[in-house]
C-alpha cells in the first residue's frame, strides 16, 4: 500500500513516499540490507561528530536474538512487530566521550540517524516502523546497558505487507489517511505564533 505524502510545496520522492505501516511479510533481510541500513545511521551527521547512536540489531533469522528483542517491546507494538524481518532498538550515549560532560543533543542525533534510516530503508523498498512502546528497564537489563547509554526508540524493518494482515483494528488504522499540521501552524517567524505562511 501506498501513502504518499500530501505537500505544498514538492519534496524528494523517498522522503513522500516513507510512511510506517505495521503490516508485515514474515520475511528475513539480506545482510546487505541490513549493512546498508546501518551505514545510513553511520553516516548521520551529529553535534562535535560525537555519533552519540548506538545500535541493538536483532535479525529474524537468530530466532533467538528476535525474540529477546521482541520482548523488550510493549505488548501492543509486539503484536504486529513480531512480522518484522529486522528489530533494532537505538540506544544514545549521553555523555561527551572526551569530558563526560551531558551531551544536550544526544537524542536528537539519534533520531536525525533514525530519519536517515527511515530514508535508506525506503529506497531499498522496505519499510519501517519506530516505537517508543519499548520497556525500557527490560532493555537495560537484557542488553547490559552501562551508566549514560539511555535506550531511545524500538525499531522494526521489513517489507511491508497489505492491511488484511493485521487483526482488524490495526488494519483500520493501517488505512487510514496520513495526518499532519499544517505549515502555517508550526512554522513561524518573528514571534512565536506568528505564521511564516501568509
Ligand atoms: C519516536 C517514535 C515513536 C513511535 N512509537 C510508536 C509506537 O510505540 N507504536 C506505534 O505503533 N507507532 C509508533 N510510532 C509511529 C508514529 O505513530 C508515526 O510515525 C506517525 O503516526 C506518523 O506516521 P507516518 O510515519 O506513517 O508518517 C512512533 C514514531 C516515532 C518517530
Same mark, same amino acid.
Given at each position: 500500500?501506498?501513502? =504518499?505524502?500530501?505537500?505544498?510545496? =514538492?519534496? /524528494?520522492?523517498?522522503?513522500?513516499?516513507?510512511?510506517? =505501516?505495521?503490516?508485515?511479510?514474515?520475511?528475513?533481510?539480506?545482510?546487505? /540490507?541490513?549493512?546498508?541500513? %546501518?551505514?545510513?545511521?553511520?553516516?548521520?551527521?551529529?553535534?562535535?561528530?560525537?555519533?552519540?547512536?548506538?545500535?541493538?540489531?536483532?535479525?529474524?533469522?537468530?530466532?533467538?536474538?528476535?525474540?529477546?528483542?521482541?520482548?523488550?517491546?510493549?505488548?501492543?507494538?509486539?503484536?504486529?512487530?513480531?512480522?518484522?524481518?529486522? %528489530?533494532?532498538?537505538?540506544?544514545? /550515549?549521553?555523555?561527551?566521550?572526551?569530558?563526560?560532560?551531558?551531551?544536550?543533543?544526544?537524542?536528537?542525533?539519534?533520531?536525525?540517524?533514525?530519519?536517515?534510516?527511515?530514508?535508506?530503508?525506503?529506497?531499498?523498498?522496505?519499510?519501517?516502523?519506530?516505537?517508543?512502546?519499548?520497556?525500557?528497564?527490560?532493555?537495560?537489563?537484557?542488553?547490559?546497558?552501562?551508566?549514560?547509554?539511555?535506550?531511545?526508540?524500538?525499531?522494526?524493518?521489513?517489507?511491508?505487507?497489505?492491511?488484511?494482515?493485521? =487483526?482488524?483494528?490495526?488494519?483500520?488504522?493501517?488505512?487510514?489517511?496520513?495526518?499532519?499540521?499544517?505549515?502555517?501552524?508550526?512554522?513561524?517567524?518573528?514571534?512565536?505564533?506568528?505564521?511564516?505562511?501568509?
Amino acid at each position: 500500500m501506498e501513502k =504518499p505524502a500530501e505537500t505544498q510545496f =514538492p519534496i /524528494q520522492d523517498l522522503i513522500a513516499r516513507r510512511w510506517s =505501516p505495521r503490516a508485515f511479510q514474515p520475511k528475513a533481510l539480506s545482510r546487505e /540490507q541490513v549493512g546498508a541500513l %546501518l551505514e545510513a545511521v553511520r553516516w548521520a551527521p551529529s553535534s562535535f561528530n560525537e555519533q552519540p547512536w548506538r545500535m541493538m540489531v536483532a535479525e529474524r533469522g537468530d530466532a533467538a536474538a528476535f525474540e529477546a528483542m521482541l520482548g523488550c517491546l510493549l505488548p501492543g507494538n509486539q503484536t504486529w512487530a513480531q512480522h518484522a524481518g529486522l %528489530l533494532m532498538v537505538s540506544l544514545a /550515549q549521553t555523555r561527551f566521550k572526551r569530558n563526560d560532560r551531558v551531551n544536550r543533543h544526544a537524542f536528537h542525533d539519534v533520531g536525525l540517524a533514525m530519519g536517515q534510516l527511515g530514508i535508506q530503508a525506503t529506497a531499498l523498498g522496505l519499510s519501517l516502523h519506530q516505537m517508543a512502546g519499548i520497556d525500557v528497564d527490560r532493555i537495560r537489563q537484557t542488553y547490559a546497558l552501562q551508566e549514560g547509554c539511555e535506550p531511545v526508540a524500538g525499531v522494526a524493518v521489513g517489507y511491508a505487507a497489505e492491511p488484511e494482515s493485521l =487483526p482488524e483494528n490495526l488494519a483500520e488504522r493501517e488505512r487510514a489517511p496520513r495526518q499532519r499540521m499544517a505549515l502555517k501552524d508550526l512554522v513561524f517567524t518573528g514571534t512565536f505564533g506568528h505564521p511564516w505562511l501568509g
